[in-house]
């Protein structure tokens, strides 16, 4: 069982004695703020049990980082994710024959369950998915090429008649037959392998049906589904696109469950984040242990959690001025219009060039990983 998670602990000085506030733990990277293109981060993915946690960056690197042991099973601190292995999983690669080049870097990282003392896991960069076996700390990981197979082909004969692509997609966690996918239109379609192991007929279609009072220049982009994400217990299934989350029930296809508005805020600044290609960024979700709490990133280094059972939420900042250990973090509030109070910030303040598009959530325990550009948060809850 998992433990309960709750998210009252995140609003300063709410609730009862047994609340948990969020706290700094970790940061990991150069404090430099001349960033190479190569160090960004761009993924993050915890394995099955938390112990171990990868990311993977623009430069084709992959690495790992174990929790210590030794402290673990004390109860007033837990152990600090220290570097396991790092390797460079993908190259630059250039296609001669439709004279394309092939970036290094790394689209997405996947734990294959344990099964024994070596650990596996894929890493993925725009054509190639490598398997890893990753097994003593410093040594050397091997790699496998996987062979390319069609699963989803939505190409048309005609590239100029291409309308939509796919954004994301995930395998049902309990029945492997199950796997969804997601477009830059908005849609969610759900197929089922049993039915045939080319899947471009979907068995379930997943859209909700625009608001046309909001219908506007930009609601084709900022509807387009940038991740999609499984519960653990294989009921529900999360999206994001670029303004909100949304949890969908697997058995109701005409619209989610839940909304949650991320950053409502920058409906009225579409305009001038289409001009700076803003609108394009690509933010990533992901569930707590219990499915109770989802989170996800915003700009100016805010990420984001929504209670499902409460309702409430909460902004918080990874920022390197609150880097002492146990320091708790404080709720964010970003002002819209209006008066702004003393602890708010004015949406026109707000730093686009500081954004958190990839989070993770420990799979049992009240920590999660945050990447700010080239810097990797590790925060938990205050173990008192």
């Not at 303004?243 to 508005?261: A, F």
Request: a negative charge.
């Amino acid at each position: 069982m998992f433990p309960k998670f709750s998210l009252r602990s995140m609003f300063h000085g709410a609730g009862g004695g047994n609340d948990i506030q969020w706290c700094f733990s970790q940061v990991k990277g150069a404090v430099d703020d001349d960033v190479a293109e190569a160090d960004i981060i761009s993924t993050v993915e915890f394995n099955h049990s938390g112990e171990l946690l990868a990311t993977g960056d623009k430069g084709g690197r992959v690495v790992i980082f174990q929790q210590e042991q030794e402290n673990k099973i004390q109860s007033h601190s837990r152990g600090e994710y220290n570097v396991y292995s790092t390797f460079q999983s993908h190259e630059p690669e250039f296609d001669y024959l439709k004279s394309l080049e092939i970036e290094e870097k790394i689209n997405k990282i996947r734990w294959l369950p344990q099964k024994n003392a070596a650990q596996f896991l894929l890493s993925t960069n725009d054509k190639t998915i490598k398997l890893w076996k990753i097994s003593e700390r410093d040594k050397r990981p091997e790699g496998y090429n996987l062979k390319e197979e069609d699963i989803v082909d939505i190409k048309p004969a005609n590239m100029e008649e291409l309308t939509e692509v796919i954004t994301a997609a995930e395998f049902h966690p309990n029945s492997c037959n199950t796997f969804v996918y997601s477009s830059s239109k908005g849609t969610i379609r759900l197929c089922d392998m049993r039915a045939s192991a080319l899947c471009d007929r979907h068995s379930k279609l997943f859209e909700e049906p625009e608001d046309p009072s909001n219908r506007s220049f930009f609601s084709e982009i900022i509807s387009s589904i940038s991740d999609v994400k499984f519960s653990h217990s294989g009921r529900y299934m999360m999206t994001r696109d670029y303004l909100s989350v949304k949890i969908w029930d697997l058995n109701m296809e005409n619209r989610p469950v839940e909304t949650y508005q991320v950053h409502e805020y920058l409906r009225s600044k579409l305009c001038s984040l289409y001009e700076n290609d803003c609108i394009f960024d690509k933010f990533e979700c992901c569930w707590n242990g219990s499915d109770s709490v989802v989170m996800t990133g915003s700009y100016n280094n805010f990420f984001r959690m929504f209670d499902r059972n409460t309702k409430r939420d909460i902004t918080l900042e990874a920022s390197r001025e609150n880097n002492k250990p146990r320091t708790v973090l404080k709720p964010r509030k970003v002002c819209a219009s209006g008066k702004r109070k003393k602890d708010e910030i004015s949406v026109d303040s707000l730093d686009f060039n500081k954004k958190i598009l990839h989070t993770a959530w420990h799979p049992k325990e009240n920590i999660i990983a945050v990447a700010t550009t080239n810097n990797l948060y590790i925060f938990q809850d205050k173990v008192n």
